[in-house]
């Protein structure tokens, strides 16, 4: 049991209580009332918030930060830059398991608890199906105390392979972490991929996730089929209520109706699309057409880091340039519940009672938020590089003092 006291301000998701607390049971989620001989988490000069969900991430990425000629190229120069990179360092699980310990440690430590690691990367010839390199990713979440929604990618793969380890992951995945299946998108994988992981995922009541919309997806599907990419998904049976599209950039206003018809979700990833150059999402105007709207980072290869409060705080300020503004509590709500409902996740991304006790105490008593009004707009406005004072995930504390679990080892 750990009861979370002192706060200046509890944000549920739904509601701003003052001097509030948070109370987590021995099961991991919140309870109304404190249980006896209760664990005290001290949240003096604290905003509380759900853990943020990184609702798109690529872990692997971890290792090939800031690597030459993969900054503010096209994509299609970008994306054989990244491979060459993949293939000179060797992928293997110890690898995976490696990107993945960094990259998770680093997510705790900025405040978010659960992190969607779209896996693309698969050597040919894999024994075991691509279970190896999963079950390291899934371990390295083990580790750092993150939780984790393993999604088994595809890009060019063979379809009848990515499905078959598709299914293999899925199983030996169960009751550990979540898994999810998802093409890079229409410019990398066939129709046959999209089938046949969309059978896997029928199979196991797997979400499906893709991308779409970035340049290289809208140039080939020009070029190899003569469509917009969102035709073809269409088309192949992914626009449903159990997808979920990263990405986005500059769809139109009739791509927009069709996606809200549909039920589809959408991940908006602005720290790597506009560095980068590749575009900008309209995610306001999808907001105000019904459709859920989540937040990630994407991978280090793109975005250097995985601060997701930062890219928040990205998504706030050009939002204004793509049609409207959009307000702190908004984008606040992407980056928890938004990103939680597009995993099919509504046990997370909020504070009620029977939701996972995931959340992040923000420390704002220092200079950096004096003269701050709103405090909770304050957590995006104020101090660019805001780190959590403590990080709990399912009632267990995974980052205390600024310190996480992981680096506690090392000390």
Not at 43 to 63: E, K
Not at 202 to 229: C, F, I, M, S
Request: proline content about 5%; glycine content about 12%.
């Amino acid at each position: 049991m750990l009861t979370v006291r002192g706060a200046e301000l509890v944000w549920t998701g739904t509601r701003e209580i003052e001097r509030g607390e948070v109370h987590v049971g021995t099961d991991g989620l919140v309870v109304a009332t404190p249980e006896p001989a209760a664990e005290n988490l001290d949240a003096t000069g604290c905003i509380v918030t759900p853990g943020l969900v990184n609702a798109h991430h690529h872990l692997m990425q971890s290792l090939f930060r800031t690597l030459p000629g993969t900054r503010g190229v096209p994509m299609r120069e970008w994306l054989p830059t990244m491979a060459a990179a993949y293939t000179a360092a060797g992928v293997d699980a110890e690898l995976c398991h490696r990107a993945a310990r960094v990259g998770l440690t680093e997510s705790v430590l900025c405040g978010v608890t659960t992190v969607a690691d779209h896996h693309l990367t698969w050597p040919a010839g894999l024994p075991d199906a691509g279970v190896g390199i999963a079950t390291a990713v899934a371990d390295a979440a083990d580790a750092v105390g993150a939780r984790l929604v393993f999604v088994r990618g595809s890009a060019r793969d063979d379809p009848q392979e990515a499905a078959a380890s598709a299914e293999a992951i899925a199983v030996a995945l169960r009751g550990r972490c979540q898994v999810a299946v998802g093409p890079a998108g229409v410019h990398s994988d066939a129709p046959e991929t999209f089938a046949l992981l969309g059978e896997v995922a029928a199979r196991h009541g797997l979400r499906r996730r893709t991308q779409a919309n970035e340049q290289v997806d809208v140039e080939v599907a020009a070029q190899r089929y003569g469509r917009r990419p969102l035709e073809l998904l269409d088309e192949w049976g992914w626009l449903a209520d159990d997808v979920t599209l990263a990405h986005l950039c500059a769809i139109t206003d009739e791509e927009r109706a069709r996606l809200a018809a549909t039920g589809v979700s959408a991940t908006h990833a602005p720290g790597c699309d506009l560095p980068m150059g590749w575009g900008i999402a309209p995610v306001a105007a999808l907001t105000d057409d019904g459709v859920g709207v989540g937040l990630g980072t994407s991978g280090g290869g793109s975005n250097d880091a995985g601060h997701l409060l930062a890219d928040a705080r990205l998504a706030m300020q050009v939002a204004p340039l793509a049609g409207r503004a959009l307000t702190a509590r908004e984008v606040l709500g992407f980056a928890t519940a938004g990103g939680a409902a597009g995993l099919g996740r509504p046990d997370l991304g909020h504070l009620d009672p029977g939701a996972a006790g995931d959340l992040v105490c923000w420390d704002v008593s220092g200079p950096a938020d004096e003269g701050v009004h709103d405090r909770l707009a304050g957590l995006l406005w104020a101090n660019p590089g805001r780190r959590p004072r403590h990080v709990v995930v399912g009632g267990r504390v995974v980052v205390r003092d600024y310190v996480a679990r992981e680096q506690e080892r090392s000390l």
